[in-house]
T-cell receptor, first 113, second 112 residues
Framework: DGGITQSPKYLFRKEGQNVTLSCEQN?????MYWYRQDPGQGLRLIYY???????QKGDIAEGYSVSREKKESFPLTVTSAQKNPTAFYLC????????????FGDGTRLSIL | QKEVEQDPGPLSVPEGAIVSLNCTYS??????FMWYRQYSRKGPELLMY????GNKEDGRFTAQVDKSSKYISLFIRDSQPSDSATYLC????????????FGQGTILTVHP
């Protein structure tokens, strides 16, 4: 089955700790995206990547980092610099530079211990 | 002012009702419009995808786009309890290179 797999489903972070959220897709999509979802605020774009070894900041990149070493993988690191990391994180992918719709994984819920 | 405005609701309707969900936007460059359905603790699932103005129907769902008014709608006919979810509008176009701009989402409950 083709799709987007996010892991873990639930993650807890201690103060001062960096944590990494995994996103893997087997749809052969070039573009991948990370969003943050907070209650009542819709989805906000953190980082996106149109192609391997290239990525750009979204609207709320501060306190986050990404890498894109493989086409199928786009991990997101939430660093200790992100002071309010509690949220639902969603990964998406789509086909290339076109305006095709994005397809989403089932998210990771990150909470602070 | 947000680029895309969506009434967050919540909206509660009886089973069998016709539901109307709406978004307004300010960026005239938007040309591609999407509706996603999101169940609790799940990722958004694409429901409808339309280009430019007009209507598109898929089963009980109809998407309408009025670019002159910068207004899009999603209609759900014969609503079912399984339609209870958050509905997100999203759009893209111009120089955004496929980046989506989302509305806040509308929480819908269909009660038996």
């Amino acid at each position: 089955d083709g799709g987007i797999t996010q892991s873990p489903k639930y993650l807890f972070r201690k103060e001062g700790q960096n944590v990494t959220l995994s996103c893997e897709q087997n749809l052969n999509h070039d573009a991948m995206y990370w969003y943050r979802q907070d209650p009542g605020q819709g989805l906000r774009l953190i980082y996106y990547s149109q192609i391997v070894n290239d990525f750009q900041k979204g609207d709320i990149a501060e306190g986050y980092s990404v890498s894109r070493e493989k086409k199928e993988s786009f991990p997101l690191t939430v660093t200790s610099a992100q002071k309010n990391p509690t949220a639902f994180y969603l990964c998406a992918s789509k086909d290339g530079y076109s305006n095709q719709p994005q397809h989403f994984g089932d998210g990771t819920r990150l909470s602070i211990l | 002012q947000k680029e895309v405005e969506q009434d967050p609701g919540p909206l509660s309707v009886p089973e069998g009702a016709i539901v109307s969900l709406n978004c307004t936007y300010s960026n005239s460059a938007f040309q591609y419009f999407m509706w996603y359905r999101q169940y609790s603790r799940k990722g958004p699932e694409l429901l409808m995808y339309t280009y430019s103005s007009g209507n598109k129907e898929d089963g009980r769902f109809t998407a309408q786009v009025d670019k002159s008014s910068k207004y899009i709608s999603l209609f759900i006919r014969d609503s079912q309890p399984s339609d209870s979810a958050t509905y997100l509008c999203a759009m893209t176009g111009g120089t955004s290179y496929g980046k989506l701009t989302f509305g806040q989402g509308t929480i819908l409950t269909v009660h038996p």
